[in-house]
């Protein structure tokens, strides 16, 4: 088309040469398949639909040649040097009519299992165990029930050959995914082949696709898992195996003392994982079973270089009851001169093994700015109200980026709540401070007393409107697409740091108590009304609020975001906390959700305008200048 005269020109190269009508249904076998490096690929996709219509299905013995016919002619194509499309087609070709099946065709499979190209020996795998069963439960069978469930062992041994020798990440991605498609009994060779490859240590998938397929295998057999730990190059792989079988320490300790052996041979790395995987499956816990090795790991990483390992060290061996260790992880505590991250760590190590001195050392660091916001944790165990009302009085000398923590202390029980508000009442502490959800936690304790000197000193905690639908429609009218056309985004962004980045993540950025804004229908203004004025209305399970009341007298209000048979761990606004169950008096989960009603009641109109025009655009805004 040319623009400027409007004309419109037909090009052409030579005189067009008609296709004579033609119908592949009537080809022969062989024609077919020479079809499959057409230049065209219509056709190759048209023969490929007409070979799997005449040989797919074939069961009956006089069509038993023609389907061999068809086979034999698929393998040259697949193994002859055409493009790789053409070989991949007559390789699928080859699966549907179930060629893959035929004992005589063994040789033909492993074959391809060697080929050059590592796509080609990509799909010989998944083609292969593609009919093998998924068996993610085997080990809650009995082990007589752990048989042959359709997975070869001549295959399963060429898979593990292949895991040990190939040099393609993508072929041993395939391996990984068969894992999961093996009997438990199965696993551990393959899984040790895979793990051997320390080029796949930062890979994405390939360390958690191994450790998947592993999980069953340490139900089944532990000492297996630990062997294949021993020799893992992966450090998210065996950091996550030491984390499995340091669970099952009290019942059988000889997988985790493996580990610790293989510990003191190996590199600063590897002891961290392994070290790394232990605290994390014991966190939360008072007191563990020291293992026979321990000592004597403990003995030569005393002498590291590495600050943080021999952190680890101190954390584990008071775990394991070393009152030594318990010493001097005090006199790190208490050491002005120590390092301000390792005093942290100290201090966090002698809160969660409770020693008898503990409170006076918590008193001691609560003048120590940095220090003093893990102490107050410590001091929340004891409950004296006399530990409240000196918090809430020292609540402004604490930085405003740990005064969370302490607010979450004063609500965790009745005689604290009862400091708080007094402080709240005088003035001292900003009634702003005090949020729906700190109201919420301070009624929840049923105490009329304290309900009436939070309604005198804070307020009223409205309960929800009866009319959400004539809210939403107020603030609607308000929000009209001019209004929100004159919203100023970086003020918007500014409030929703103060107000919703504590539980929400938006961009990367914020909590993960609520679910992540950043996908979610934002642009709709219905669908951000009725989130925001009705919280309550349409909660997923993994956000509702749960009450633990523990037997210390503490209430702990927040999400469980994981819990296993001995721990529970609650997350709040400041963090999360892992509590033994043996520590816990009761739970009760609530259907409401976390997220407090009347939020956009408590902002002015400019704020609320600026906050919704935020969230609708699709796109992040700097913050106001001067604003961090």
């Not at 060290?313 to 120590?338: M, N, Q, T, W, Y």
């Not at 909660?539 to 503490?554: L, W």
Request: aromatic residues 6%; contains cysteine; neutral net charge.
């Amino acid at each position: 088309v040319v623009r400027t005269t409007g004309r419109i020109f037909k090009i052409t190269h030579g005189e067009p040469k008609r296709v004579e009508p033609f119908d592949l249904a009537k080809l022969g076998t062989s024609d077919l398949v020479k079809m499959y490096t057409h230049t065209n690929a219509w056709f190759a996709r048209q023969a490929q639909l007409e070979l799997t219509r005449r040989f797919g299905g074939v069961e009956r013995d006089d069509e038993f040649e023609g389907q061999m016919k068809v086979t034999a002619g698929l393998l040259m194509a697949a193994s002859g040097e055409q493009n790789l499309a053409a070989r991949l087609r007559a390789i699928w070709t080859w699966h549907i009519i179930r060629a893959f099946l035929a004992p005589h065709d063994q040789s033909l499979v492993k074959h391809l299992l060697h080929d050059p190209n590592e796509h080609v020996r990509t799909w010989a795998i998944r083609l292969l165990s593609d009919r093998w069963p998924l068996d993610t439960c085997m080990s809650q069978r009995p082990p007589n029930a752990l048989k042959f469930l359709g997975a070869p062992e001549e295959i399963v041994s060429e898979f593990s050959k292949l895991a040990k020798s190939d040099s393609s990440a993508l072929v041993r991605l395939a391996l990984a995914s068969v894992l999961q498609r093996l009997p438990a009994p199965q696993r551990p060779a393959l899984a040790s082949a895979l793990v051997a490859h320390a080029e796949d240590a930062n890979d994405h998938n390939l360390p958690l696709m191994i450790w998947y397929g592993l999980i069953p295998v340490a139900d089944y057999d532990p000492a297996a898992v630990a062997d294949i730990g021993t020799k893992c190059e992966l450090p998210l792989t065996r950091r996550f195996i030491a984390r499995r079988l340091v669970e099952d320490i009290e019942k059988n300790p000889a997988p985790v003392n493996a580990l610790l052996t293989a510990a003191q041979t190996k590199g600063a790395a590897f002891q961290a994982d392994i070290l790394g995987g232990l605290a994390e499956g014991m966190n939360g816990w008072r007191k563990a079973t020291k293992p026979a090795a321990w000592d004597a790991l403990a003995a030569s990483l005393a002498k590291s270089d590495d600050e943080a390992l021999r952190g680890r060290v101190r954390e584990l061996s008071v775990l394991f009851g070393d009152g030594r260790a318990l010493d001097e992880v005090k006199r790190i505590a208490l050491d002005g001169k120590a390092d301000m991250n390792a005093r942290k760590a100290a201090l966090q190590t002698l809160i969660e093994s409770n020693p008898p001195d503990l409170r006076s050392v918590c008193e001691k660091l609560l003048g120590t700015r940095f220090l003093n916001a893990v102490a107050v944790r410590g001091l929340s165990r004891f409950d004296d109200p006399a530990i409240g009302e000196q918090l809430a009085k020292s609540y402004r000398n604490f930085h405003g980026t740990d005064r969370g923590t302490v607010m979450e202390t004063l609500v965790a029980r009745p005689t604290f709540a009862k400091s708080l508000l007094a402080e709240v009442a005088t003035g001292k502490i900003p009634r702003a401070d005090v949020t729906p959800f700190h109201a919420r936690q301070i009624r929840a304790f049923n105490d009329p007393a304290l309900t009436k000197l939070l309604t005198d000193a804070w307020g009223e905690l409205r309960e929800p409107a009866a009319d959400k639908k004539a809210l939403i429609a107020k603030l609607k009218a308000r929000l009209t697409p001019d209004v929100l056309a004159k919203a100023d985004h970086s003020a918007g962004r500014l409030t929703f740091s103060t107000v919703c980045a504590v539980c929400h993540r938006l961009y990367g950025q914020g909590g993960e108590i609520g679910p992540d804004l950043t996908g979610s229908g934002r642009d709709n203004l219905d669908y951000l009304l009725e989130n925001i004025a009705d919280p309550s209305a349409v909660v997923n399970a993994d956000f509702r609020m749960t009450m633990v009341e523990m037997k210390d007298g503490r209430l702990l209000a927040g999400v469980i975001p994981a819990q296993t048979a001995k721990t529970v761990t609650i997350r709040a606004l400041t963090g999360s906390t892992t509590v033994e169950r043996l520590e816990i008096k009761k739970m009760e989960q609530s259907a409401a959700s976390m997220m407090p009603e009347g939020l956009l009641e408590a902002l002015s109109e400019m704020q609320v305008r600026d906050l919704i025009g935020y969230l609708m655009q699709k796109t992040q805004v700097p913050l106001p200048d001067g604003a961090k």
